[in-house]
Structures are given as C-alpha cells and as structure tokens.
C-alpha cells in the first residue's frame, strides 16, 4: 500500500486565491482526519470523517474552510478566500476502526505546505 | 474539550541516557494515547500507544505508562541514540476526537 497520499506537496499562493487540498487514504480505511500544523498552534484537528459522512467539523477554523468526502478514497479541504495566516502544514491522516468504532492508529500523509502571500 | 499539557518542550540528553516526556490531560472520557514521532519535514509517525484499561507497554527501548486516575502518561526512552532526536508528540483521544499536545523537542547529542 502506497499510503495516504497527499496533492499537491507545496502550494503557494496569494491572498483571496481558492486553495484546494487533495487526500487519498489507505484503502480499507473508515476514518479520515484533517489536520494544520504551525509552530504557534501545533497540530491541531480540523475535521473528521467516518464513512465519507463529515462527523465533527468543530476545529473547523472559519466559513472559509470547507471539506468534502465525496466518496471512500477522496477527500478534499478546500480555503476560499485564502490568507497568509492560512500559511501551515496540512495533513491527513487516515485510520481502520475494525467496525466495531473503535480506534485504531492514525496514518498520517506527507501534508501539503501551503503559504498564502 | 480535551486540553493536553506536555512537558518539556525542549529535552537535550546524551547518547546512552534515558529520556522522559510528560503529558496530561483534561477529559477523563479519553481512552486511546498515543505518541508519534516527527523528524524534520517529515510526518508524524507512531511509534507507541496506549488504551485506557493497560497501565503500562513497553516495545524495545520505548516505553509508555498511564496513570488514569491523576490523568498523566508518560514516554520513556532509553539508552537514547542520534536517530532518536526529533520532536515527540503524546495526544489523547476520546471518541476519534484526538488532542495533540505542543511537543518536547528532543536531542541526542553523541
């Protein structure tokens, strides 16, 4: 298995521009996490899903932020308007609950470096 | 929410010497603790993790305990080795809702 694979790796942009990131997880995998890394904030958690249905999108940071699972092997985070305080590392992560809902360790991709200019 | 503290953030040891690294939390419904390892650039990785009904795991030279009634767990890593620096994150995790702490930064110096 490839792992989860991440689009594109580096992104830079300019502010107001449309940022979308792209996630493919392990196959077989019912869990898909969002994550932004920066050195003030850490890594925080911004979205899960279980079974491409959206379950808390509480870190979520603003209406600017949206993330689709359109299907079990897709997963899009998208910015719109986009701003330099936008600029961190963002990962995916993927995880197998075993169907019983219960945890299973998260495998994170490679993440996507995004600066916002 | 959960809140997750860990200490230090920066730990500097010498080749051969243990090292600790210290984390609580907040929400005592959290029942899944892992720690990942991130090197430079690089993702994070899991290098051990813990549930909440086993007190204490060991794998190799990587060992974890939890104490859930003070809500603390704790790396330890011995006989350190070069390789082993990078950043150390614990996280705790309540119904898929998982909590990183901010990371102890650590270095083995030869």
């Known amino acids: 298995d490839a792992g989860v694979i991440q689009s594109p790796r580096h992104e830079v942009t300019e502010m107001g521009q449309e940022v979308t990131l792209r996630c493919k997880p392990i196959?077989?995998?019912?869990?898909l996490f969002w994550y932004r890394q920066t050195m003030m904030r850490g890594l925080e958690l911004l979205i899960y899903f279980n079974n491409n249905v959206p379950i808390d999108d509480s870190g979520m940071p603003e209406d600017r932020f949206s993330a689709k699972m359109p299907n079990a092997s897709f997963s899009t985070l998208k910015i719109q308007p986009s701003e330099p305080r936008d600029s961190a590392v963002y990962f995916c992560a993927s995880s197998y609950s075993g169907g019983g809902g219960g945890l299973g360790e998260q495998f994170f991709g490679p993440g996507t470096r995004l600066t916002v200019l | 929410g959960e809140n997750v503290e860990q200490h230090p953030s920066t730990l500097s040891v010498q080749e051969g010497d243990s090292a600790v690294i210290k984390c609580t939390y907040s929400?005592?419904?959290?029942?899944?603790f892992p720690w990942y390892k991130q090197e430079l650039g690089k993702r994070p990785q899991l290098i051990i993790d813990i549930r909440s009904n086993v007190g204490e795991k060991k794998d190799q030279r990587i060992a974890v305990t939890l104490n859930k009634t003070a809500k603390h767990f704790s790396l330890h890593i011995t006989e350190t080795q070069p390789e082993d620096s990078a950043v150390y994150f614990c996280?705790?995790?309540?119904?898929?809702?998982?909590?990183f702490g901010a990371g102890t930064r650590l270095t083995v110096k030869p």
């Open positions: 996280a705790a995790n309540n119904n898929n809702d998982m909590r």
């Open positions: 196959s077989g995998h019912d869990y």
């Open positions: 929400d005592s419904a959290s029942n899944y």
